[in-house]
């Protein structure tokens, strides 16, 4: 994974990228209007961020609450450490219930823990019922944004997957006609299927119930035709009391997509009486984040995508430039989490601009933990040798003033007598879109020194 | 009064005018300005690629040479939001660090929070764009940015705005970083100019003639795109448009 090159490579086509920056952009404008119709919207973040630190603090004490209430409501919870534990769990559940044709809407979670590839090697068939999930499904890809997985995808080229895979229209990329000829496909895979995977938003831990939202209704469709829902979530979705949920409710949709609230909050306490309703409760790294204070907030995250719509990298690189199930800030500082060797080059995947930071509706301090990581990847030798040389060097040198103003001296000397060939030479990558500033024959020091002694010359005349 | 200028060492050896503004500016208010010799970097290039071994002898420097002052100014955003916000690692041990860095002021925030200065009267005849530079923005908070829900402000236009003659443009995108990020510029380079053009589009379509902010690193990544496009708007550090409209108090 090379973040740099999958960046260089999709701004290749400067006109795609124009585009993928300004379709991100409006959905951050939008953002900005529902959050600004909520006068304490500092507040509500503040507060928001106190109830994830207080649970994430108290982790154990609610999980284990919430499983309680969630088996006293007659649903079952499984425990998994891992993906491959969460995979084998929902593996077994819909082996004991005869299940063959599952519907499953979007959780990143089973993305995670590569669900869908594990239960298709099984021979379970799998459909992802959200409309962009469905289309990087259909075009057997990865989702790119975490609340819009086909952002990267245009109109017209959904027309001609759709015309290959569902035989639509040639040439037509009419979003209606489109979606209704998804709706119809789909339709029957619900109709079809023998069980229902959905993620979960919210798990409360005071009554035992899990909260889906959806725009699409797409998860209720699911959970209500077949009678098995298993239900994944990562253990750090839970919320302590049921008032808690209307303050995330609201800032997940007005930090996601600027509506006011999402158009399905599905509650579910207990299963169907006709049903069962299966829980799987998913660690996979997450107390090991926990037990790093530096990075501990990071699980306050409630997956809005907020930081990928307003991170200016993020929108000019595209989301599968990361190489992670989560891309952008927040993804950067989770992916440091699973493999820092592998995903090295994702702290320094942002300039630091603190945007993410300021937007994030639970207060995570996302530009200062990608500063966090860059230290750790360096502490762990991870950064390639040439750069933390390059640094040292830099910091002997500026330790010893008289030699750092020799040096800049020298430099900027040679700097103005080179021909510019040499000094736009390959190697000089700043050089390539931009000039250097005009080297000037004095420095300030030199500068001030001299206007200095001009004064105390003339005061002396006095 | 006198004061400490802590000068950024891109600064003192590339932009020297911007240095001399910021000393003529402090003047005209009745500032005196000692530049301790001994500084050179703050360290942030080698605290932001995460080298902290690198970085921690030069907070330890800036530490030493500026300690004793009561006030110590610098015209740049960035390397004082480093003193700030990012040397607690480095000099937290140290008695006397809050002082310190309770004392390091930006120089729009100096004039407006220390030195109280009212509106300015002076002579600046240009449509002026600024550049909220990300970490004066976000870390210092010399304005507000546009993601929190508060009333707005911003210092750098406040300094601005009662010059006679000036015309402060407004963007579609008042606050998106231009992609400088110290060595992201080099280590992101697609992602960075792309950032960059950007911006300076904005700029255009505003109608700017001339752009301005508080940090000169943001500009020297922007002035180097319009040089090699060859574009006629200019570049100037709010420091030198005070200086040049001979900005004083009413």
Known sequence: MNHPQEAARFLANAKRAKWHDEALWFVRSKRDMA?????????????????????????????????????????????????????????????????????????????????????????????????GEWIVQLRNEPPSHIVLPAIHIKKEEVGELFH???????????????????????????????AAITGVNFAIAETGGIVICTNEGNADMGTGLPGLHIACMGIEKIIPRAEDLALFLRLLARSGTGQPITAYTAHHHGPRPDGQLHIVLVDNGRTEILKQEAFRNSLH?????????????????????YGYTIPGPIGSILASARDPKAFYTL?????????????????????????????????????????????????????????????????????????????????????????????????FRRMFQQEAARREEKQHEK | MRVGLFIPCYIDQLYPNVGIATVRVLERFGVDVDFPENQTCCG??????????????????????????????CPSGSCTAMVRHHY??????????????????????????????????GDFPHRVGIHQSCHGLRELRLAESSERVAKPFSKPHSLLESLRGIELVSLSRGDECC????????????????????????????????????????????????????????????????????????
């Open chain 1, 164 to 194: 290959q895979k569902l035989g639509t229209r040639q040439g037509s990329a009419d979003p209606d006609y489109l979606t209704e000829s998804a709706r119809n496909t789909l339709r029957k895979s619900f109709l079809q299927a023998d």
């Open chain 2, 179 to 250: 992609g400088f990020g110290g060595t992201f510029a080099v280590t992101q380079e697609a992602v960075s100019c792309s950032m960059g053009n950007d911006r300076i589009r904005d700029h255009e379509q505003a109608g700017t003639e001339i752009l301005t902010g508080v940090d000169m690193s943001c500009l020297m990544h922007m002035e180097g795109l319009l040089r090699r496009q060859k574009k006629p708007m200019r570049v100037m550090h709010l420091a030198e448009i005070l200086c040049q409209s001979g900005a004083h108090c009413r």
């Open chain 2, 88 to 121: 607690q690692k480095y000099l937290g041990h140290h008695e006397g660090f809050e002082t310190l860095r309770n004392s390091v002021y930006e120089l729009c925030e100096f004039l407006t929070d220390v030195l109280h200065i009212g509106p300015l009267e």
């Open chain 1, 347 to 443: 702290p320094y995947a942002s300039s630091l601009c603190g945007s993410c930071t300021d937007i994030c509706p639970v207060n995570i301090d996302l530009h200062h933990q990608l500063l966090a990581w860059r230290s750790e990847i360096t502490r762990q030798k991870i950064l390639p040798l040439p750069k933390r040389l390059a640094m040292a060097a830099l910091s002997h040198l500026m330790r010893r003033p008289r030699l750092y103003r020799l040096f800049g001296a020298i430099s900027r000397s040679i700097g103005r007598a080179i021909p510019r060939t040499l000094l736009y030479c390959r190697f000089n990558v700043w050089g390539r879109q931009r000039e250097l500033p005009p080297l000037p024959k004095k420095s």
């Open chain 2, 44 to 73: 942030q290039p080698m605290a932001n690629i995460g080298c902290d071994r690198a970085a921690a002898p030069l907070a330890e420097q800036f530490f030493a040479t500026f300690r004793h002052y009561e006030h110590v100014v």
């Open chain 1, 35 to 131: 959050a600004a119709d909520i006068p304490e919207w500092e507040q509500l973040r503040q507060q928001a961020s106190q109830i994830k630190a207080h649970t994430i603090a108290n982790l154990k004490t609610y999980l284990q609450q919430f499983e309680q209430k969630a088996t006293d409501l007659g649903a079952h919870v499984h425990w998994a450490r891992d993906a491959s534990e969460h995979n084998t769990i929902v593996q077994s559940i819909l082996r004991d219930h005869g299940a063959r044709r599952i519907v499953k809407s979007k959780s990143m979670l089973t993305e995670e823990c590569q669900l869908n590839p594990h239960l298709e090697n099984a021979g379970f068939e799998i459909t992802d019922t959200d409309l």
């Open chain 1, 301 to 321: 995250c409630i997956r809005c995508g907020a930081c990928m719509n307003t991170c200016p990298v993020y929108r000019r690189s595209g989301g599968h430039s």
